[in-house]
């Protein structure tokens, strides 16, 4: 039904930057919201930011400013740079879209796969 790419996870040093993008396909009749959760072993998936279809965001409140999410509404996608990098935010980071299918009234969620995100030096 919907499909989730996300890419531009990896390795970096402490202080350097990394972005994310986050494709969605599929039977996709409109998109409520997109956003980005992270996961670090042991941890709870936590909120890392979101955005809404009329360009809303929030952001968790580790974030402080050091990232920036953002959309292109017209390709599905959600991007997110992320800047000032520490290594506690190493984790695996999810995509996560709300969506409206063809043919059907209520909103869906769904996740991608993850993608890694490591920051050491």
């Known amino acids: 039904q919907v499909q989730l790419v996300e890419s531009g996870g990896g390795l970096v040093q402490p202080g350097g930057s990394l972005s994310l993008s986050c494709v969605a396909s599929?039977?996709?009749?409109?998109?409520?919201?997109m956003a980005w959760y992270r996961q670090a072993p042991g941890n709870q998936r936590e909120l890392v930011a979101a955005?809404?279809?009329?360009?809303?965001?929030n952001y968790g409140d580790f974030v402080k400013g050091r990232f920036t999410i953002s959309a292109d509404n017209a390709k599905n996608t959600v991007y997110l740079q992320m800047n000032s990098l520490k290594p506690e935010d190493t984790a695996v980071y999810y995509c996560n879209v709300d969506v409206v299918l063809r043919g059907y009234f209520l909103s869906r969620s769904y996740w991608g796969q993850g993608t890694q995100v490591t920051v050491s030096s």
């Open positions: 955005i809404t279809s009329g360009g809303s965001t």
């Open positions: 599929g039977s996709i009749f409109s998109i409520n919201a």
